[in-house]
């Protein structure tokens, strides 16, 4: 199983960003896809989780302004950022439970850079 991430880039504040996180492999099924973030010298942190049911929830610092939401047909989980702020700015990790010819697992995609500058 793998996840690939893309969509991060450069973008002035106040613009937008679609985040892409597609599962790949031997999927039976997937339950939370989330979003995580680390910026410099911090931790990383969930920005958005959504659950198998569709139910979602949020970082208070991005409620209003981010979007989560999945394709279970494409095993695909987005990100649509808007308003985007300085401090947005961090690698962002998509992140999955899932279930596989490999048995249950937590996968990680490769992160993805996203920039908004000032």
């Known amino acids: 199983v793998q996840l690939q991430a893309s969509g991060g880039g450069l973008v002035l504040a106040g613009g937008s960003l679609r985040l892409s996180c597609a599962a790949s492999g031997r999927i039976f099924g997937i339950n939370d896809m989330g979003w995580y973030r680390q910026a410099p010298g911090k931790q990383r942190e969930l920005v958005a989780l959504i659950i198998g049911g569709g139910g979602t929830n949020y970082v208070d610092s991005v409620k209003g302004r981010f979007t989560i939401s999945r394709d279970n047909a494409k095993n695909t989980v987005y990100l649509q950022m808007n308003s985007l702020k300085p401090e947005d700015t961090a690698v962002y990790y998509c992140?999955?439970?899932?279930?596989?010819?490999?048995?249950?697992?937590?996968?990680w995609g490769q992160g993805t850079l996203v920039t908004v500058s000032s």
């Open positions: 992140n999955a439970f899932i279930l596989s010819s490999s048995g249950r697992g937590n996968y």
